[in-house]
């Protein structure tokens, strides 16, 4: 099983992302990891990226969960994910990929992105991911409050998702 938490910047993406995959007992991998320099640099300065900017992202993310499948492993990713598009090329012809979508408020988001620091991301960004975001339905993605505590939020996903047990392996 491939899980990515997924959301606009703040939603604590990486947070939630770490906490299952200790649940999980799996792998965890931040998807802006695999973000070029020259994306990095673009969000530094305040510059939104283009879908041109995204797809190698987006493919390298692919790659390493194509990986994990062939493997038969079980890893957590986080990736922002904003358009229906990207998650089909994240998902693949894979049904065995959930998205969790951490969603809030404008301002919980605002307020959590002026507490964050030593992140390459300019807050000024949050509004233009907001207007990008598609916001996936029922089927695609399972929603959670992200005013929830984040072990709250964990519970959730990992009843969401059928897990009763800790640990899942494989």
């Given amino acids: 099983m491939i899980v990515i938490a997924m959301g606009v910047c ?10 299952l995959s ?14 070029s ?13 283009t879908d041109e900017d995204r797809m190698p992202w987006l493919q390298a993310i692919r790659k390493v969960i194509e990986e ?7 890893a957590v990713f986080t990736c ?10 994240l998902r693949g012809s894979d ?5 969790v979508y951490l969603k809030g408020s404008y301002e919980l988001l605002q307020q959590r992105l002026a507490e964050r620091a030593g992140h390459f991301f300019d807050p000024s960004l949050l509004q233009t991911q907001l207007d990008t ?3 996936p339905d029922a089927h695609e993605a399972i929603t959670i409050d992200i005013a929830l505590t984040p072990e709250q939020i964990v519970v959730q996903v990992m009843q969401k998702l059928g897990i009763t047990d800790s640990v899942c392996r494989g």
């Fill in 10 to 19: 703040g939603t604590g993406k990486t947070l939630i992302g770490e906490l």
């Fill in 95 to 99: 049904q065995n990929v959930q998205f």
């Fill in 133 to 135: 975001l598609e916001e």
């Fill in 37 to 49: 320099a020259a994306n990095k640099s673009k969000m530094s300065q305040g510059i939104p990226l």
């Fill in 68 to 74: 994990k499948q062939q493997a038969g492993e079980t």
């Fill in 22 to 35: 200790e649940q999980l007992a799996c792998e965890f991998l931040d998807g802006d990891t695999l973000h």
């Fill in 80 to 89: 922002s994910s904003l358009k229906r598009v990207y998650r089909d090329i």
